[in-house]
């Protein structure tokens, strides 16, 4: 499919899912080598937008680890301090451990440095941050995300997990808006 139309908005097809895929098994290799002879890692995956890089990333890394789902809401006010609200929390402990966040898309950064740092302060041993997709123009955080999957102008987009308004998670390339 080519384009696509959700509610009022029209999007072009950008980033198909062979190109996601790949991006995802180079960064599966990384993450092996790291976290080898790593102790006992925690993987938490970023809900809902992380869903099928999350599914996709566990595939390739195929290995007896420990994961869990977390879920957060950011409001971008017209200031740069962003708040974040926390819908669903981790709730496994994470003292002395080596947490992996998966992220769908890492925009301003707001809210994945809200998560790290509340990770840290709960005894975490160390925290990383897998991301499929970076804009690395819209950053507004002393962030650097360790896994990058691909980095993309700032555009907004959707599919293979990403939404608008809800809509449009479920298709398996991804898409930009056209236009605006
Ligand atoms: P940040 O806190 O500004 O980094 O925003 C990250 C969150 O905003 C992501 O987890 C997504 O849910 C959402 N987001 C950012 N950019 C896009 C986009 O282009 N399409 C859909 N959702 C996006
Ligand atoms: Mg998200």
């Given at each position: 499919?080519?384009?696509?139309?959700?509610?009022?908005?029209?999007?072009?097809?950008?980033?198909?899912?062979?190109?996601?895929?790949?991006?995802?098994?180079?960064?599966?290799?990384?993450?092996?080598?790291?976290?080898?002879?790593?102790?006992?890692?925690?993987?938490?995956?970023?809900?809902?937008?992380?869903?099928?890089?999350?599914?996709?990333?566990?595939?390739?890394?195929?290995?007896?680890?420990?994961?869990?789902?977390?879920r957060y809401s950011s409001y971008?006010?017209?200031?740069?301090?962003?708040?974040?609200?926390?819908?669903?929390?981790?709730?496994?402990?994470?003292?002395?451990?080596?947490v992996i966040l998966l992220e769908?898309?890492?925009?301003?950064?707001?809210?994945?440095?809200?998560?790290?740092?509340?990770?840290?302060?709960?005894?975490?041993?160390?925290?990383?941050?897998?991301?499929?997709?970076?804009?690395?123009?819209?950053?507004?955080?002393?962030?650097?995300?360790?896994?990058?999957?691909?980095?993309?102008?700032?555009?907004?987009?959707?599919?293979?997990?990403?939404?608008?308004?809800?809509?449009?998670?479920?298709?398996?390339?991804?898409?930009?808006?056209?236009?605006?």
């Open positions: 499919m080519g384009r696509i139309c959700l509610k009022d908005k029209e999007f072009e097809l950008f980033i198909p899912e062979q190109q996601i895929r790949e991006a995802i098994a180079e960064m599966a290799l990384e993450i092996r080598k790291d976290i080898e002879g790593c102790g006992n890692p925690l993987f938490v995956s970023i809900l809902n937008g992380a869903f099928m890089f999350t599914a996709e990333l566990m595939r390739q890394l195929d290995g007896p680890y420990e994961m869990t789902f977390a971008r006010g017209t200031s740069t301090t962003g708040k974040v609200n926390e819908i669903m929390p981790v709730t496994v402990d994470v003292r002395g451990r080596l769908d898309i890492v925009d301003t950064g707001t809210t994945m440095q809200y998560v790290m740092e509340k990770l840290k302060s709960q005894g975490a041993a160390d925290v990383k941050l897998a991301t499929m997709l970076f804009k690395p123009d819209a950053m507004r955080c002393d962030l650097v995300p360790d896994y990058i999957g691909l980095r993309i102008p700032t555009d907004f987009i959707v599919g293979y997990g990403l939404d608008y308004d809800e809509l449009g998670r479920t298709y398996k390339d991804i898409y930009k808006l056209v236009g605006e």
